[in-house]
């Protein structure tokens, strides 16, 4: 596994967290939605997260980006953002 990938794994699970405790952002989510991650800091990751996902995308799938913009000290996600694309 490259580190991008280990680096996704990590954010996913803090993001699946965070949906927990924010069950009203996670309702704005479409059903079938493709997360794509941008972290603030994290160009090379950001690219590449986003080059990957969006080649793997379905036909007609809805495309949400998730701007995370700070983390608290224990590695959870504090702060994010989103951006849909029909």
């Known amino acids: 596994m490259n580190k991008y ?5 990590m954010v996913s699970t803090e993001f699946h967290r965070y949906l927990m405790e924010n069950e009203e952002f996670a ?3 479409p059903a079938n939605a493709l997360i794509v ?3 603030e800091g994290e160009e090379g990751f950001n690219n590449w997260h986003k080059e990957t ?4 995308r379905e036909t007609n799938q809805p495309v949400i980006y998730i701007y995370v913009k ?3 000290k224990h590695s959870s996600i504090e702060e994010v953002s989103m951006a ?3």
């Open 5 to 9: 990938a280990e680096f996704l794994a």
């Open 37 to 39: 991650f941008q972290i």
């Open 84 to 86: 849909g694309v029909a």
């Open 27 to 29: 309702d704005k989510i």
């Open 70 to 72: 700070k983390w608290r």
């Open 53 to 56: 996902s969006l080649k793997n």
